[in-house]
């Protein structure tokens, strides 16, 4: 499904660039739940907008779908992240003036169907994720996980084979957390893969597989059964610091 | 092309940002409004000018005569010069010029038809004068050579005479009292470009005949085969060389021989109006620009303001060309609309205006006696220029859209995202 070889990506700031992935090599298979982890400035975001092609990469290769992924037009980017991806942000990212139901149908408008059957499919989602009370609601009038689900339900909608999500939880409490996760894991239950960028270890433990990101580079990936003794090393390390 | 859905998603977005979409609008109607007020404005005066003109042929040329101010071969000043018909066969062969009238001036004319009399002017005249004061007859003839030679009392009512004397009887024919002496209709006439039609017509001979004039003329009325000022002003000299010579007056003298040439008024006030005129346009265009600067202004904060927005739509699959086309026909639709909107306003004033003039003039022609005076007339605009206009504007606001909405497409979602 997701295959990277030697990935670099460098920020230009300035005279002087930032070399911030230094060769990422990865295997994500279909129907996987990952998360990134690491601290903060370490690549974590840089590497998921990569994956979800959002951003592009500098040098080594990547293979989406058995796809290569690499000077793409926008075009074709956008078809791609229209049919196979989609995308949770911390910031919620919903289109102020448009409506729950309406942000939650607008990639349907961009693979085109119309607007009734649109509405209707979104109204679907929302009720799948409790929201159909607020359906007619501005984002502005929506609680941070209120709007954390309407933008799962719109990630949701194009019926995506992968969810990338950069930290859904970094702006909701633990309990709000919890149920963001519940969501995501039974999404992941139907076969969709998901990989998601956090900070919290709790939230990461209820992955199967953590990719811990140090100074550019893979650390180590931490599959299922070894998450007890993670966790361990975890608070040691926060121990030491 | 016509999608839609498309225009759903865009109406549901202007709907959504009234204040965009009012700025944006309001640049461009304000834009054609003051360009319509400038333009219309700009015609009134030219059309109130040349109407003004219309009154008599604009190559009319008039002569007076008077006493004399210079001494003359030995003649003191102060002798009366006196014009005869003779003079009038003479003018008449000059070269260069067309139409020739003269006039002998009668007193006191008081016009009567049964019970209804009132005070008009009876003019007398050749028959030329229809071409050089541009009369138009409505009913019958004008004065013609068969009157003249046999001296017949017939005599050519302005309508506001006939309306007055005759109400909406039948006129020809039928005799009217001019001084008391009867006269028989032959025609109905307006003054060209006139509101006011108070004077009548009748032979030169008849008027010298019957009231005493033997054949003396006070003056001519002619127009002049001429394009410039030069050539109109190279005939008058000739003419006025001719009369001084017959009359032995020096030709320089413009107290013993007055004239007027008109068409040396109206090249030189139409000199004017063309500067005006295109004082005019230079404002209009700077209106225009200004509008085409407001509205690039605003299409670039537009775009600028909704750069997160692309980068969302972006990164759930919208293509660069589709979010280009989302931006532009949004302004394309305000645009157009408010261009109309402008035309619309611009417009009516226009006619608002126009209404209040006429009325004006109206007034000022009932005090006047004769003509009403205006500087201002028919305010209006090409339709074709205000089209045109709004499509600058439409045409600017899209170009001004488009460069900045075709980057912000290109641009990787992850940077329109980050945009604060
Ligand atoms: N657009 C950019 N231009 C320049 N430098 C950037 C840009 N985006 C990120 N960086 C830098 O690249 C490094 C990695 O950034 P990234 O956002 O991937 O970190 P992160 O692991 O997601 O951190 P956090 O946990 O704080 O979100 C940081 O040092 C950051 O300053
Ligand atoms: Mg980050």
Known sequence: MISLNNVHKSYATGSNSLHVLKGIDLEIKQGEFVSIMGSSGSGKSTLLNILGILDNYDDGSYYLNGKLVKDMSEKQAAKLRNELVGFVFQSFNLISFKNAMENVALPLYYQGVNRKKRNKIALEYLDKLGLLPWAEHMPNELSGGQKQRVAIARSLISQPKIIFADEPTGALDTSTSYEVMEILKNINNEGITVILVTHEHDIAAMTQKIIRLKDGKIAEIIKNGDLKHFQEQYTKALETA | MFDIDKWQEILSTIKKNKMRTFLTGFSVAWGIFMLMILLGAGNGLSNGVSE???????????????????????????????????????????????????????????????????????????????????????????????????????????????????????????????????????????????????????????????????????????????????????????????????????????????????????????????????????????????????????????????????????????????????????????????????????TGLMEGVNFFVEQQYAASAATNGGNGDTLFRNPTVNLNVAMAATMLLVFAGTLAGFIPAKRASRIKPIEALRDE
């Open chain 2, 52 to 346: 003004n003109f219309k009154r008599d042929a604009i190559n009319a040329m008039w002569l007076w005569s008077g006493k004399t101010s210079i001494p003359y071969q030995g003649m003191k000043e102060g002798r009366q010069i006196r014009l005869t018909n003779n003079d009038y066969d003479i003018i008449k062969d000059l070269p260069g010029i067309e139409y020739t009238s003269g006039r002998y001036y009668i007193g006191g004319n008081t016009f009567s038809y049964g019970n209804e009399y009132g005070e008009y002017t009876a003019i007398t005249c050749h028959p030329d004068l229809k071409e050089v004061e541009s009369i138009e007859i409505i009913k019958g003839r004008f004065v013609n050579e068969v009157d003249l030679k046999q001296t017949r009392k017939s005599v050519v009512l302005g309508k506001d005479i006939y309306d007055a004397l005759f109400k909406d009887k039948e006129a020809i024919g039928e005799y009217v009292r001019i001084n008391n002496i009867p006269f028989k209709v032959v025609g109905i006439c307006m003054e060209g470009g006139g509101t006011r039609h108070r004077n009548a017509y009748i032979p030169v001979s008849t008027g010298q005949k019957v009231f005493n004039g033997s054949n003396r003329l006070h003056n001519f009325a002619l127009t002049v085969d001429a394009k410039t000022i030069e050539e109109s002003q190279v005939i008058e000299t000739r003419v006025r060389e001719r009369l001084a010579r017959k009359h032995k007056f020096d030709s320089t003298d413009e107290s013993a021989l007055g004239s007027y040439n008109k068409l040396e008024d109206v090249i030189e006030t139409m000199k004017i109006f063309q500067a005006i005129k295109i004082f005019i346009w230079i404002i209009g265009i700077g209106t225009l620009i200004a509008g085409v600067v407001g509205v690039s202004n605003i299409m670039l904060i537009v775009v600028k303001e909704r750069t997160k927005e692309i980068g969302i739509r972006k990164a759930i699959g919208a293509s660069p060309a589709s979010v280009v086309g989302l931006i532009l026909l949004e302004s394309i639709l305000i645009t157009t609309i408010a261009g109309y909107i402008g035309l619309v306003l611009g």
